[in-house]
């Protein structure tokens, strides 16, 4: 797993923006991607993207598309697909594993059926779930198509009631949602490069009740622990699936996959597989650069391999 040799006259493009719930993710995520490629020799353009973008990248003729969008659009299979007829090369995943992994019902089947332990669900209309739950507690309730956490509430044992957030006017995502059985333990995740399975890190939230969107991208949200501190097998089993999960998916480049593993002793032992993200955050607090850094490739160089591992047709 090698960077390719660097071309001085290459043009970047770096896409991000966007109009949805994590364009300010993906705004940070582009600016440190396009400094580190400007750093690299790049010839760089940001892009901040709108509904016009087939005619912006038209014009701007870019030898390749750095995608650092996050969330529907970005990351669904819909901006691959406005590449692919542009004919521009373009980093992360193609059109089939983005629209796939983004819909985590339909990555679930995936997954399942080459091996992938997945959590127990339903899907539902938030209007139609009354005072039932739509399994029994605990559970976690979440957008089939959402990123960054956007959405999630989890539904402690002994509630008497689903939530009452989901029939609000206030509610700012799908009327279509997943629910599942809420897996307690360690979050685990692991990132694949290339063909390769990266070392895994344990994060542990920093006041907060879950993993969620300031866990995530707020300094001190969360605290990382690189190598995590479980058992060798263990170890291997996460690397082992996360490899599995991108391949039966169908992702190229760079993806993370989001585990939990319950091995608390009145635990079940279950290592799950959370879901596959095909555009993992490339924020200063993201996960992925964490991991690449740690296998010898600092942010400068995974850029950079990003950029010359982009293609067509992936």
């Given amino acids: 797993m090698m960077a390719g040799s660097q071309n001085e006259k290459k043009h970047v493009a770096v896409l991000m923006g966007g109009w949805v719930n ?133 539904v402690r044992e002994g509630r008497s009631h689903p939530p009452q957030e989901l029939t609000s006017r206030d509610w700012d995502y799908p009327d279509v949602l997943m629910c599942e059985k809420y897996i307690p333990g360690r979050e685990l995740t692991c990132a694949v490069m290339g063909d390769q399975a990266l070392d895994i890190i344990e994060i542990v939230p920093m006041g907060h009740a879950f993993y969620d969107y300031d866990a995530k991208y707020a300094d001190g949200g969360s605290k990382h622990i690189l190598p995590a501190k479980i058992s060798p097998i263990v170890y291997q089993d996460v690397q082992t699936l996360a490899l599995t999960a991108h391949r039966a998916l169908g992702c190229r480049g760079v993806s993370r996959s989001d585990f939990r593993f319950d091995e608390k002793p009145d635990g079940t032992g279950e290592l799950i597989c959370l879901e596959v993200n095909t555009q993992p955050g490339m924020t200063p607090t993201s996960l992925v650069p964490e991991m690449a850094a740690h296998a010898g490739f600092d942010f400068k160089a995974l850029v950079s391999w990003m950029v010359e591992d982009a293609s067509c047709c992936r």
């Avoid at 016009?52 to 970005?74: M, Q, R, T, W």
Wanted: net charge negative; glycine share 10%.
């Fill in 22 to 154: 994590e364009r300010p993710v993906s705004l940070s995520s582009g600016r440190e991607c396009a400094k580190a490629l400007e750093e690299a020799g790049y010839k760089v353009t940001c892009v901040d993207v709108d509904r016009d973008i087939a005619s912006v990248l038209k014009e701007l003729k870019p030898d390749v598309a750095f995608n650092a969008l996050h969330g529907p659009f970005g990351e669904d299979g819909c901006i691959q697909g406005i590449l692919e007829v542009l004919g521009i090369p373009y980093t992360h995943s193609g059109v089939m594993a983005s629209a796939l992994a983004m819909n985590k019902v339909q990555a679930k089947a995936v997954m399942s059926s080459a091996g992938v332990n997945v959590t127990n669900h339903v899907v539902f209309n938030r209007f139609e779930i009354g005072n039932e739950h739509p399994m029994e507690p605990p559970y976690v309730v979440k957008p089939i198509n959402e990123g960054s956490s956007f959405g999630v509430i989890i």
